[in-house]
């Protein structure tokens, strides 16, 4: 099963819509997981014309009015995913993912709000979080594709591409 996984698309308050590079990267998943900080339940129509998307509520969802519930389990070819966002503070702590992996007795656990892609296991938990394809922190625009075959997990961090207005910070940040 192949999975598109991603994060924080915060749309339209951060871009108008999703990059196509991200449609391209997700053209042959069976199942999208949105971890959160959507922004705009447009997000959830756009995927679903590739695949089903389960999506979980971000912090900025419950600001902008959108009721998702904070955490879905999903099972994949013998594993269990659990989606969240992530806590408010601190951002992509790995004991407090491990914790709340550990309470909703997941193998894998998808995590957003950090913006920032992350793999890693700890405690027997893998932990995942696509990062940003729309604004990502310190790292490059990413989704991911997890591909789980008996229960064999692959990650890929799928880069989006640089933001519409690189050349312009560059310039400003260009010394003579």
């Known amino acids: 099963m192949l999975i598109g996984l991603i994060s924080d698309t915060h749309i339209p308050d951060r871009a108008k819509q999703l990059p196509q590079n991200v449609l391209d990267a997700f053209s042959d998943v069976d199942l999208i997981l949105h971890a959160g900080d959507l922004t705009s339940l447009e997000v959830i129509d756009e995927l679903e014309q590739i695949a089903p998307v389960m999506a979980v509520q971000g912090n900025m969802d419950r600001a902008n009015g959108i009721d998702l519930p904070k955490a879905k389990i999903v099972e994949a070819e013998g594993l269990k995913i659990g989606i969240i966002h992530g806590e408010v503070y601190p951002r992509a702590d790995t004991q407090q993912l491990v914790y709340l992996a ?26 995942i979080n696509p990062g940003s394809p729309i604004v990502p922190r310190l790292a490059d625009r990413t989704v991911m594709l997890l591909e789980i075959n008996d229960r064999e997990v692959d990650v890929e961090i799928v880069k989006i591409g640089a933001p519409v207005c690189s050349a312009l910070n560059f310039e400003l940040y260009k010394r003579d």
């Open 102 to 127: 550990k309470e909703l007795n997941v193998d894998i656990l998808v995590s957003g709000h950090s913006h920032q892609p992350k793999i890693e296991k700890e405690d027997g938990v893998l932990l």
